[in-house]
């Protein structure tokens, strides 16, 4: 019973990566880009964005990552710091990974809305490829951009985009732009809407599901393949209701996932739910969902896309991410929150503590389990299954 | 002999019994973290601002609020919040300094009930819009500490603040001189401890005993450490007397810092501008030499090398607190640089206090062997 899409989604990500060959080979300019920033304007300027986080996920889900991170630890990168930053700063110093040798920056653009430790790893990759690189800023916020900070968003959209212009010689053009946002805003609705399939018993999809599938959201947002796989996805998922065809036809259990995915072991999601755990929902998606990165008004998208990127998931208060947790517990019927304490996200899980305790206070159950999205060493599989088998065990007491 | 100053005499027994001189401040007393809160705010709003510093007691309840791999500096923050050991702050001010103290952040918003919490939205970037942006935000702190607390604060409150920071910056710089020069030789401990202070004592009687000991220590001829090999301290928060201590046994003394509440924190003035004193105090703290959390390493390695420089460096250790992913990012692009610099650097990696004296006492031998003989 699997989807169809899943097989487009392997088409999608060699065709993203082999136009980030084709561009270097053709002369298109290519920005090293990473995961706040707004992919939108660079399809509209014809500039190829290179996402490193989409690199380093995909180097983790090949289970390579700790092979690229060794060459940055051999440079001097700690152990402890961001596996995305090490396996992704490895390769391209290494000039080896499943790429070959990877393409040459044009530029390098950059956003503080994720973390502190992006611009740690961008001064690395700009020493390494000595590309002019463009910082995004972008200062934290309590729920959303709006104001000052949304009017300082906007002129840094602007700065961004005549950044672009000098260094690439390519020109902005808004009519371009406006069809691109167009593309994109009709993708983020299916996405939004297959999301939502999810409140559906028994969920129509796994936890690995969504993970994969976010590819698109990521990295593609505004191209035209990028809306025909969300049209199968969405299709697809609507079908597996209609036709009761369940991946976990026997859903005891509804959890939430909080935090990146593990994404060396996507299959944990499978073994979870051969005993009737299923991941309906996650907050890692969420962040490219409504409530962070919504539809963009069309006759001001510069504005909109600006609010997004001020609003960003890791770039508000715990008040926010709080509220946004307890709504999708609410809305996906969620009997127990996994959260995962990633040792390569500090912005995403130190606050998990503090966030289980205030749902404990409302008598929702979650457990902490620690572990690292890309790096396989320290890994202790048993001990986490046993973990949520054990949060599983206390629902059905 | 500098030793039996008595304006040192007095730094020491402050830094010794902080918290007895943090329980005679008669003002109330506004908690921060990092040095890029400016404390012009808080003297304008009549307050103390103290810089929250890493204590020695064993971590309690802060550590089972947090995962283990936030930096223990932070953890350590957090377990004071929470234990009750600040209880006596009206209220902390945070920005975005890094990944673990913006959680710590967080951590406390939600605990810290009714008593005054401010978090400002921090630029990274130093342009016309980004100082426009903080003077806003710095602004907005204002009107929330008028607010909370019923008082006024006036940009001629705010100007005058401005004076007394400027005045121990200027103090400190001076003293960071005549150290550079050989005019005060002084041990690393009492060194740290001095500068440490800046940032935790009143500034106005902070700034009168600076001045009090470089009158006093610029008039004696002892110099019974000047053959000791100067190195450089650089890191973040190493807040530990006993490190400063080692390093002193092994013959090294330290004459220049890159620590964010040493040279770092001084660097720069506050300078008049004519869209006022919001506006010239967010230039100033946007116009830092940047702490690796900014960003900018270039411009704070530039910083060091000249500082080495003009002090007659013959190493720099470096001190990484663990799990602080910026300065773990930073150590090895600082390294390459010193090094092709001729300056010689050693990496020691630890928490915020030291755990393991002699393990660092045998490397710092080592290190100090190594560049004595570089002489």
């Known amino acids: 019973m699997r989807l169809q899409a899943t097989g487009n989604l392997k088409k999608l990500i060699s065709g993203y990566y082999g136009d980030l060959k084709k561009s270097a080979e053709s002369g298109k300019p290519i920005a090293w880009v990473n995961v706040g920033i707004p992919c939108e304007i660079f399809y509209a300027m014809d500039i190829f964005p290179f996402y490193t986080e989409n690199y380093g996920a995909m180097l983790g889900a090949r289970k390579e990552a700790v092979k690229y991170s060794k060459f940055a630890e051999a440079d001097g990168i700690s152990k402890h710091t961001c596996s995305y930053l090490r396996s992704t700063y490895g390769s391209l110093i290494s000039k080896e990974g499943p790429l070959g040798k990877l393409p040459e920056p044009t530029v390098l653009v950059e956003t503080s809305n994720s973390c502190v430790t992006v611009l740690s790893w961008w001064r690395l990759i700009e020493k390494a490829t000595h590309a002019s690189c463009f910082l995004f800023d972008s200062p934290m916020v309590e729920y959303e951009s709006t104001g000052s900070h949304l009017a300082y968003q906007i002129s840094e959209t602007r700065r961004m985009i005549r950044f672009l212009e000098a260094e690439t010689g390519k020109k902005f053009d808004l009519n371009r732009l406006k069809k691109v946002v167009k593309i994109s805003n009709e993708g983020k609705r299916l996405w939004r809407q297959t999301m939502e399939l999810r409140t559906n018993h028994p969920s129509p999809l796994t936890g690995a599901d969504l993970f994969t599938h976010m590819f698109p959201m990521v990295a593609l947002r505004g191209t035209e393949q990028y809306l025909e796989h969300l049209k199968m996805l969405y299709r697809e998922t609507k079908e597996r209701i209609k036709s009761g065809e369940y991946p976990v036809a026997e859903e005891k259990h509804r959890f939430l996932w909080d935090n990146l995915p593990i994404w060396h072991d996507l299959r944990l999601f499978d073994e979870l739910a051969k005993k009737g755990i299923n991941f309906v929902t996650d907050t890692y998606t969420q962040a490219w969902g409504d409530k962070f990165m919504g539809e963009v008004a069309l006759d001001n998208p510069i504005k909109g896309l600006a609010y997004y990127t001020g609003g960003g998931f890791l770039n508000v208060h715990i008040k926010k991410r709080f509220s946004v947790l307890l709504d999708i517990i609410g809305r996906y019927d969620v009997d127990g929150v996994v959260f995962h304490a990633d040792r390569s996200c500090k912005s995403y899980s130190l606050i998990q503590v503090q966030l289980a305790d205030q749902l404990r206070q409302k008598g929702i159950p979650s457990v902490i389990i620690e572990a690292d999205h890309n790096d396989t060493r320290d890994y202790n599989r048993d001990s986490i299954i046993e973990r949520i088998e054990t949060l599983a065990e206390m629902g059905e007491r | 002999m500098i030793k039996e100053s008595e304006a040192l005499n007095e730094f020491r027994t402050i830094r010794k019994n902080l918290p007895e001189y943090l329980k005679k401040i008669d003002k109330p007393v506004m908690g921060y973290f990092e040095t890029y809160v400016p404390e012009e705010i ?273 190493g720099v250790i470096f001190y990484l607190v663990t799990f602080c992913d910026s300065e773990e990012c930073e150590f090895p692009i600082l390294r390459k640089r010193l090094q092709a610099e001729g300056i010689p650097v050693i990496g020691l990696e630890g928490g915020y206090r030291v755990s393991s004296e002699g393990q660092f006492l045998t490397r710092l031998e080592a290190f100090a062997e190594q560049i004595g003989e570089e002489l």
């Open chain 2, 42 to 314: 808080i003297y304008a709003a009549g307050m103390h601002p103290l810089r929250i510093s890493p204590n020695d007691r064993q971590i309690a309840v802060g550590g089972s609020k947090i995962e283990s791999f936030a930096c223990s500096v932070s953890i350590n923050f957090l377990d004071q919040l929470l234990n009750g050991t600040l209880s006596f702050l009206k209220g902390v001010i945070f920005s975005r300094y890094c990944d673990s103290l913006r959680a710590i952040a967080d951590i406390w918003q939600e605990n810290s009930g009714d008593s005054f919490y401010h978090f400002i939205p921090y630029p990274t970037i130093l342009t016309v819009e980004s100082i426009n942006f903080l003077s806003g935000e710095l602004k907005k702190l204002v009107n929330h500490i008028s607010g909370y607390f019923n008082i006024k604060i006036d940009e001629e409150m705010l100007t005058e603040a401005i004076r007394i920071s400027n005045k121990k910056r200027l103090a400190v710089l001076k003293f960071y001189d005549l150290i550079k020069k050989g005019k005060i030789v002084i041990n690393s401990a009492d060194f740290f401890s001095i500068i440490s202070l800046a940032t935790i004592m009143d500034s106005s009687e902070y700034t009168q005993k600076l001045e009090q000991l470089m009158q006093q220590t610029e008039l004696t001829d002892d110099r019974s450490i000047e053959n000791s090999i100067k190195v450089a301290i650089s890191g973040i928060m190493l807040e530990s007397t006993q490190f400063f201590e080692i390093v002193d046994k092994t013959g090294m003394r330290m004459v220049t810092d890159d620590l964010m509440f040493g040279s770092r924190a001084f660097k720069e003035l506050v300078i008049k501008t004519k869209e006022g004193p919001y506006h010239a105090i967010s230039k100033r703290y946007l116009s830092k030499i940047p702490c690796s959390t900014k960003g900018n390493i270039d411009l704070r390695i530039d910083e060091l090398i000249k500082d080495c420089k003009e002090a007659g460096v013959k």
